[in-house]
């Protein structure tokens, strides 16, 4: 091992069920509070690097950090290279498969891995990649809403100077949707973007119908209208849609990205850090997307996000869903609507008081 290179002494992950702001209906159910995983990589500089991932499910964490820590084993004594250490773990999975908790528990890793580098260099991550971190343009990103019932919520993310919001929809008929839409839209005013997302919770037909129906409603993005794996109903739907489609948050890692740019997939793409292999699987995603000329957004994890998009060629819109608030030292703040990346590494600081309330 080379001696200028940090080492990796031990890894160690936590689970927290972290109350969230406001509860996230989709057509599928509730969020009621944030799974995560925490996990901590010490090295021999004594720096320790840290991240974090959403296991959606309560059901998810004990797997999650059984499998974080047993692959942290055979890390431990290897060298910092976020890049050799991603080839040394696809081909440690490859005949498994990359999805799911595999993929999960990687992504994060990398995660951890690029937050130590920042740390010992003492800089944010943006600038260790060779960015500068700046004022990200964010939206704010909500369940299924009501226009009335969630008039002062909506307002109050307008006053923090948010341009933009999401909701979701698919958890009703198509009448519903339209009824929700156009009372947001009425609400927001013609200059703030409106983005609806489906979660996979439609079939192409039914897609298109209901994107006909909320055309007239100036949407920036109609997101996952069909199931993510779908990528010919996606491009289906994309062809004869009004409105463009946004997808990625389900697609793993830089390949899957590639099957899907390859198909036409999307107009737009949104990896997800937890999915795309962390750090180093964005990077790989972040050049597909400038040589396809494909705006490229983010899902969750603003804090690690607001570093990437600022080293993005076609960065466009930053996810601001925060789940990891009551665990922090320092959350996010949004400043006129916009986030900026702060370190060193990613930003993050463990309130250790609240994980120990919220540990299980």
Request: proline content about 6%; charged content about 20%.
């Amino acid at each position: 091992m080379n001696k200028t290179i940090p080492a990796i002494r031990s890894v160690n992950a936590r689970a927290v069920v972290a109350p969230i702001a406001r509860p996230v209906r989709n057509a599928f159910g509730v969020i009621e509070a944030a799974p995560l995983v925490l996990i901590d990589i010490a090295t021999d500089q004594g720096v320790t690097g840290r991240s974090y991932i959403f296991g959606y499910s309560r059901v998810t964490l004990k797997p999650l950090v059984l499998l974080i820590e047993e692959i942290g084993r055979d890390l431990e004594g290897k060298s910092l290279t976020p890049f050799e250490l991603m080839k040394a773990m696809d081909a440690r999975f490859r005949l498994l498969g990359w999805q799911g908790l595999v993929g999960m528990a990687v992504s994060g890793l990398d995660m951890a891995f690029w937050d130590a580098l920042g740390r010992i260099a003492g800089k944010p991550l943006v600038e260790l990649l060779g960015g500068a971190a700046r004022p990200m343009r964010a939206y704010d990103s909500y369940g299924a809403v009501d226009p009335v019932a969630d008039e002062r919520a909506l307002r109050r993310s307008l006053d923090q100077g948010f341009r933009g919001i999401k909701i979701k929809g698919g958890d009703g008929d198509a009448a519903n949707d339209e009824r929700v839409v156009k009372g947001v839209r009425a609400l927001l005013g013609p200059d703030v973007a409106l983005m609806i997302d489906f979660n996979q919770s439609l079939d192409p037909a039914e897609a298109k119908r209901r994107i006909a129906r909320l055309a007239p409603y100036d949407l920036t993005w109609v997101e996952e209208p069909v199931p993510q794996e779908n990528l010919i109903g996606h491009a289906r739907v994309r062809e004869g849609s009004p409105i463009p489609i946004q997808a990625g948050e389900n697609w793993w890692f830089p390949r899957g990205f590639a099957e899907a740019i390859a198909a036409r997939a999307s107009d737009f793409i949104m990896p997800d850090l937890m999915k795309v292999g962390g750090i180093t699987g964005w990077l790989n995603v972040a050049g597909q997307a400038d040589a396809a000329s494909i705006p490229m957004s983010s899902h969750l994890f603003a804090e690690a996000s607001a570093h990437m998009l600022s080293v993005t060629p076609t960065a466009h819109w930053l996810e601001v869903l925060d789940l990891a608030a009551a665990i922090l030292a320092n959350p996010i703040q949004i400043v006129d609507g916009t986030l900026t990346a702060r370190g060193p590494g990613l930003g993050l600081e463990w309130n250790e008081t609240a994980v120990a309330k919220y540990l299980i």
